[in-house]
């Protein structure tokens, strides 16, 4: 099992759902940045659950315990280890899933390939609860990049079959990104919130669960970054964006929608403004050829239906090869894309943190 990524910024996720604690080693982070961590509470709280209408009532501190790499408020340079405690678990939930593989999740799949011998009890290694030590080292890596004048955010593009306003993708400011982190579900078009509220408590009611789409942007960011084909700025996003639970698809600018224009139409024309180079339009998402272009790195992940629903589905008896009905039990998100939003934002900044880092070293260019 491979739970590490990254070349320059490499980190090492660890730990399972119920077990004593989840956690993540960050290697190569640049020494002498001080880390303000009121910034990294805030981040970890966004992923905590809120609202009851759409969240777990699982409910855990998530506090980091910083066990190396940090001194006197300051990275050193050494491997950066934070853990996190796991105190609300209930284990006993999960003791019918140890033979009947949950619909959606990877209980089967995890059973054949590890032989049976991983960890099932909320998922084990494969549990979202693992994208709490990605928020931080998220977090880590957003405040690196925020020194360097590149800032992230997102909305919630969609749920279900209920959409926002789509980022203006040429015209994105700060003070929007700011305001979208501060709302509790972030949306460009503030009716939005209480339509999505309703689909999801329609969702709950029916013993059902919603999905929907996060569209983030990246401002500030340089052009040069990356390189073409195995390092280029699409891939390494893609990556680990795929290494979050339930993100099944990633597209970027225009995405699958530019297969319907011109060429003349998709090709985003530069011009001279204010003394760089931008694009009049950005349907390539701030990205050609693998390398950031100078504009905005605009890019909308798919999230699907939480796959743990209350409704009878049926399944089969992994162990007595025969099949079964599996009623679930125990505690989860009607939807999730509302606390997927802080774990897209980290994994965005983590990547870019890399790429940034594989550049330019830890200096300015």
């Known amino acids: 099992m491979s739970s590490i990524w990254g070349e320059r910024l490499k980190i090492s996720l660890f730990g399972e759902s119920h077990g004593p604690a989840v956690g993540v080693v960050v290697d190569g982070f640049p020494p002498g940045m001080a880390v303000d961590f009121e910034k990294i509470n805030s981040e970890m709280e966004r992923r905590m659950p809120k609202s009851a209408a759409y969240s777990t009532k699982r409910k855990e501190s998530d506090e980091v315990e910083i066990l190396s790499g940090m001194y006197e408020g300051r990275t050193t340079g050494a491997p950066i280890c934070g853990l996190i405690r796991n105190t609300d678990t209930r284990s006993r939930d999960y003791e019918e899933i140890s033979r009947l593989a949950r619909p959606g ?124 084909y195995f390092s280029n700025v699409e891939g390494k996003l893609s990556s680990i964006m795929f290494s979050i639970p339930a993100v099944k698809g990633v597209e970027f600018g225009a995405g699958f929608s530019i297969t319907k224009m011109w060429g003349s139409e998709a090709n985003d024309s530069f011009c001279v403004d204010g003394g760089q180079v931008r694009t ?86």
């Open 105 to 228: 999740h990877a209980d089967y799949t995890g059973y054949v390939r590890f032989g049976g011998y991983n960890d099932y009890r909320g998922g084990g290694h494969f549990s979202a609860r693992l994208t709490a030590p990605l928020v931080f080292a998220g977090a880590l890596a957003r405040q690196f990049l925020e020194e360097k004048g590149i800032y992230i955010g997102s909305h919630i593009f969609s749920i279900g079959d209920v959409n926002d306003v789509a980022f203006d993708m040429t015209g994105i400011t700060r003070e929007q990104l700011d305001n979208l982190r501060k709302m509790e579900l972030p949306v460009n078009d503030a009716s939005c919130a209480e339509e999505y509220l309703q689909l999801i408590d329609e969702a709950r009611r029916d013993l059902d669960s919603v999905g929907g789409i996060i569209e983030t942007a990246v401002i500030g960011i340089p052009a040069g970054i990356g390189t073409p």
């Open 280 to 365: 009049r339009t950005n349907n390539n998402g701030g990205i050609n050829g693998g390398i950031t272009n100078g504009m905005p790195v605009v890019f909308r992940v798919a999230i699907k239906p939480t796959s743990s629903i209350a409704k009878a589905q049926d399944t089969v008896d992994i162990k007595k090869m025969e099949n079964a009905v599996l009623e679930i039990r125990g505690r989860h998100d009607t939807c999730i894309v509302p606390r997927a939003v802080p774990v897209v934002e980290a994994a965005c900044a983590i990547a870019l943190c890399d790429l940034y880092l594989a550049q330019f070293g830890y200096q300015r260019p």
